[in-house]
């Protein structure tokens, strides 16, 4: 019986040190077993800054019915958006949010790209020729029924004032103001 046990136990103890990486674990998944809400609205509800955290990371070409195409919301999660190969890349922030990511090459014939979330979701949007030059100076970036025209005040600073208008097919606009902050 006493040698069962010591097997079991010496079993046990080589596993935990196998070698292999334990799982990182994330910050809801935390939040929720020490029993905080991890930031979030109350169950049932959706805070209109926040993402839905249940929403998938990846962008679409055309945003959601009936969305308010002129209304930036929070970024969030973006990890599994393909904004093409890129050498830069340039975020528009409001009050400390994140509202736009661009990105493109240092090549001026190729276009860059940007996310924005609208009505909810991740939606892409592509920018002229002018590459990576254009997008830090500004550039207009055309989506499904919308147009994000980025005014960064002028000189070659890693981050500057900037002034965002988006534009909804139909006429309806938004202005924005903020920090288009490159790298």
């Known amino acids: 019986m006493i040698r069962a046990a010591v097997l079991s136990f010496s079993l046990i103890a080589l596993a935990a040190c ?3 990486p334990a799982q990182q674990e994330s910050a809801d998944d935390f939040a929720n077993r020490i029993g905080g809400q991890g930031g979030q609205a109350a169950p049932g509800t959706l ?3 926040q993402p839905d955290p249940n929403a998938p990371s990846v962008a679409v070409a055309v945003p959601p019915q009936n969305a308010d195409l002129t209304q ?3 970024l969030g999660d973006i990890g599994g958006v393909n904004l093409g190969p890129r050498e830069g890349s340039c975020t528009f922030m409001a009050d400390g949010t994140e509202l736009i990511m661009a990105a493109g090459m240092k090549e001026p014939t190729i276009p860059g790209k940007a996310v924005v979330r ?4 991740l939606v892409t949007a592509d920018a002229g020729p002018g590459g990576l030059a254009s997008i830090k100076s500004g550039t207009t970036f055309t989506g499904e029924g919308f147009t994000v025209q980025v005014a960064p005040a002028a000189g070659e600073a890693q981050s500057r004032a900037a002034n965002v208008v ?5 006429g309806n606009s938004q202005n924005y103001s903020g920090n288009w902050i490159c790298a």
């Open 72 to 74: 930036l919301q929070k």
């Open 47 to 49: 805070d209109p800054a």
């Open 166 to 170: 988006v534009s909804q097919a139909g």
């Open 118 to 121: 609208l009505g909810g979701s």
């Open 18 to 20: 196998s070698g292999e």
